[in-house]
């Protein structure tokens, strides 16, 4: 049973029981106030009779029964009319048998209650009403033959109507959850098509505010990521394989060019020299594109530790003195931190000296004075690293294009390098929850900007 169908009954079923309880409440609230009101009707036509009984007896006329049925000329179905005594004891009655035809009666009780009524196995609806006056009892029954016909009517037309209803809601139902169902539909057709050759398409949104168009625009967005994940890997595997092939050739060449030629100490020396200095910026392109990868499936931990941001940058300019000798480096705090958990970030030590170095590193090569200054900027609950460096700056277009894995801006074509840097400086920065931008000031500072959650944020 598919999707459909089971809405499509299921929703039939909820009417279903709604028109059950519906129609039985009906029939039960029109049984209920049929009987009261015939119980009324015999109490009423019981008075009327034991009132004209009356006149008649003070009048003094001889045949009280004979003179009642003359006068009484609309009695009820099956009618009977009894007087009892105080004692009990039957004085009059409309009907030939004198015999009292009613169940034993408890006559204190209904002396004491005035009226007593039920209704006998056979639907006759009997009332006893104690006349306090006379000290009388005046006991009447009838049979509510309309009353019953017309409830059996009620009850067959009812029926119908439960019948009809449900066979008239069992279609609406199909028809409704047919037509509601064709988003989920096409979105099942659109899911059996969609692969890595066409995911530009989209499936229609309505301007409905409904689910079903939340599930439509989510599946889109769904689908522009995966496109761009696609086109990444794509642009990904297009210029790392033009980027390996590149030294791949150049080292194959001399190995040839060495094969095919005489050289003399010094000569394969130089060789060698060149092959290595080949060797090490392949094994350096290796290592970020393992780096990217392993990036990639790195996500937060929660468990890791606080760590002081100003020692993590302290250790990291340590390291790149050591990598670059004429790197001029200055650290300063734009102001002084209130507390210590302002400097408190929450993360990986060895990810954060590789985003830090990565970014010096950055500023020294595109320099025009090897000198890099570091303002930490504590805030109220992020501290902020701001890195300058003078140089050549991107351009506006190519702002947006720096973290993206081998774009090189137009400052960038007269200097070595694979474009991998700022990407694992973004990676690493996005697993820490945190933001990295770029932005060119005036006389020619470049400027990038970290920005990290505190421990003063973790309890926000």
Known sequence: MNLKQRFAILFTSFVAVILLISSASIYLLYGTYRQEDYYNRVAVEGSDVYRLFREMKSSGKGSLSESLLRMHNKPLVNEKFYILDSLGR???????????????????????????????????????????????????????????????????????????????????????????????????????????????????????????????????????????????????????SHELRT????????????????YDIDGYKSVLASLKEDQQQLIELTNSLLLISQYEKLSFFPEWPYLRIDELLYETITA?????????????????????????????????????????KNAYHYSLDQAVKIYINPLPNAVQIQMDN?????????????????????NAYQKKGYGLGLSIVSRIITIHKGEVSYTALGADINRFVIDLPTKQNDRV
């Open 90 to 240: 039957l004085i009059f009655t409309l009907s030939n048998n004198h015999k009292v035809d009613f169940p034993l009666l408890n006559l204190k009780r209904i002396k004491k209650i005035g009226t007593y009524r039920f209704t006998d196995e056979n639907e006759q609806q009997h009332v006893i009403q104690y006349k306090a006056d006379t000290q009388l009892y005046v006991l009447i029954s009838g049979l509510d033959r309309v009353g019953f016909l017309k409830l059996k009517t009620l009850r067959f037309i009812l029926a119908g109507v439960f019948i009809g209803a449900l066979f008239l809601t069992a279609i609406m139902s199909f028809l409704f959850v047919n037509e509601a169902i064709k988003p989920i539909v096409r979105l099942s057709n659109q899911m059996k098509q969609t692969n890595e050759l066409n995911l530009s398409e989209r499936i229609e949104v309505r301007p409905a505010r409904d689910e079903i168009n939340a599930i439509a625009k989510n599946f889109n967005a769904m689908l522009e990521r995966l496109k761009l994940a696609f086109e990444f890997q794509k642009s990904f595997v297009q210029h790392a």
């Open 390 to 410: 003078t140089g050549k700056q991107i351009e506006a277009s190519e702002i947006n294009k720096i973290m993206i894995p081998f774009f090189r801006g137009g």
């Open 247 to 262: 030294p791949l050739a150049i080292m194959l060449s001399q190995t040839e060019s060495a094969l095919n030629t005489t």
């Open 320 to 360: 790149a003195q050591k990598s670059f000798p004429n790197i001029q480096l200055e650290v300063n705090f734009t102001e002084i931190p209130k507390c210590v958990e302002s400097l408190l970030v929450k993360g990986n030590d060895s990810l954060l000296k590789s985003a830090f170095f990565n970014l010096i």
